[in-house]
């Protein structure tokens, strides 16, 4: 079954259709200092700069192995063209949110005309059409951005986000709805530069900080609303243990689910979303990934293979620290694996 590309071979896996090997890839953050030092291209430059976040992206695919490229490395490009203020981050830390634009209520709350001109959305876009040029037709792109759950959260304020989904349910909702439009517009953009794919990481989603009920309720339908509005394939990661959820979240009409370690058993968690959607992940970003030793990681990888998963990927997140021999062990394991 040679006619698989990397790229034919990821969007089949996620599709659900017969690969044959499972495809190793991130589609969470993947840039690394080792990688910003090897190839010139340092956060927080990288974070605005096309050049630079595409060879930052196009090197953790050439030199560790991982079969897809994935941009940009933070979940904030969306929510800063949207009003919100970026503290940028370092050379390893991620830019945060700091400043939100409607914190007291949606006066004025709309999404700008010019959104897609607006902060680093252009550099984003730009960085795709780079990467495609570089890599050619064969290799999966990875459009990354926050999802709308977290976008909603963080135009009012985490605060005021929980407070209105009890308080004010009209301008919850209001918020969720505005987040959605803005998000997918972003996403086909990203899709139209040349994306394959689009990961949503949604955190504000979690059972850590939402109910199940909640999430069910008023979240759900959102997240359906984005899959099926968004021209590409698309992944849903939501950070924590997703158990209480995972069902619901099989049901939001995302070809992948990427989950971290601490849903516990991979076998499990196929079990519940059946056919609905593909499991993407789980082996740990802080803990396994990061630290290592290489041993555990292939151990780790070994057995999320072993159990079923459809995608081997980092459970998260790639740390800034880890270090490129731990992410190649990662894909030598799923060599091993088939060897």
């Known amino acids: 079954m040679s006619e698989f590309t990397l790229k034919t071979r990821l969007l089949a896996a996620l599709e659900g259709k017969p690969v044959d090997k499972v495809p190793v890839c991130s589609v969470t953050q993947t840039g ?127 605060k005021s986000f929980m407070k209105w989904s009890i308080k004010k349910i009209d301008l919850f909702e209001q918020a969720l709805d505005l987040a959605t439009e803005a998000s997918i517009m972003y996403a086909n953009a990203m899709v139209e530069a040349g994306a394959d794919i689009i990961a949503i990481a949604d955190p504000v989603a979690s059972p850590d900080l939402m109910s199940p009920d909640s999430f069910k309720q008023y979240l759900q339908s959102r997240l359906q609303k984005f899959s099926s509005s968004v021209n590409s394939v698309t992944v849903l990661h939501i950070c924590g243990n997703v158990n209480a959820i995972l069902s619901y979240m099989a049901d939001c009409g995302f070809e992948g689910l990427s989950v971290e370690e601490k849903i516990g058993s991979v076998k499990k968690a196929k079990e519940v979303i059946g056919t609905r959607a593909r499991l993407v992940g789980n082996v740990s970003s802080p803990f396994t990934l990061l630290p290592g030793p290489v041993d555990k990681i292939k151990a780790d990888s070994r057995q999320a293979l072993a159990d079923g998963i459809d995608v081997l990927a980092p459970g998260c997140g790639i740390a800034p620290m880890t270090p490129l021999e731990n992410i190649k062990a990662m894909v030598a394991a799923r060599d091993e694996f088939y060897a």
């Open 32 to 158: 690394i200092v080792e990688l910003m030092d090897e190839v010139g291209a340092p956060w927080p430059e990288s974070h605005t700069n096309p050049e630079l976040m595409a060879k930052l992206a196009l090197a953790n695919h050439e030199l560790s192995g991982l079969e897809a490229v994935r941009v940009p490395y933070c979940l904030t490009v969306l929510v800063e063209a949207m009003g919100c203020e970026i503290n940028m981050g370092t050379k390893n830390r991620q830019p945060s949110v700091t400043g939100h634009p409607y914190p007291k209520d949606l006066e004025g709350a709309a999404i700008p005309a010019d959104l897609l001109q607006r902060g680093r959305i252009p550099a984003v876009l730009e960085a795709i059409k780079i990467i495609r040029e570089k890599v050619g037709p064969d290799v999966p792109i990875i459009g990354g951005m926050e999802g709308p759950i977290t976008v909603a959260s963080d135009l009012i304020s985490v």
